[in-house]
Nanobody
């Protein structure tokens, strides 16, 4: 059974940092690309960052380039999202996702709120 569990969200002031984690189980993590999405109130879910199975290639939404870094530890079956220079518009529920055998699997999400 595929499971993804996000953690690390919270309330942070503008300009601050957070590190999100997504612990996974139930599939061969090291052979799957992983991604982070976010969904703000009243908006559609959007792709934030993606990383290949070996971590050699990453890509980001234009809105977070230069501020967010996606990484993974295949020994720990965990993917991370380091978020720096946070802005109020980064406020959203953040989700990790994997796709395997044609199906998407999502975690439950973690709330990130950027506010003074």
């Amino acid at each position: 059974q595929v499971q993804l569990v996000e953690s690390g969200g919270g309330l942070v002031q503008p300009g601050g940092s957070l590190r999100l984690s997504c612990a996974t189980s139930g599939f061969t993590f090291s052979t799957n690309a992983m991604s982070w999405y976010r969904q703000a109130p009243g908006k559609e879910r959007e792709l934030v960052a993606i990383i290949t199975s070996d971590g050699s290639i990453t890509d980001y939404a234009n809105s977070v380039k230069g501020r967010f870094t996606i990484s993974r530890d295949n020994a720990k079956n965990t993917v991370y999202l380091q978020m720096n220079s946070l802005k109020p518009e980064d406020t959203a529920v953040y989700y990790c996702k994997c796709r395997r055998r044609g199906s998407d699997y999502w975690g439950q999400g973690t709330q990130v709120t950027v506010s003074a």
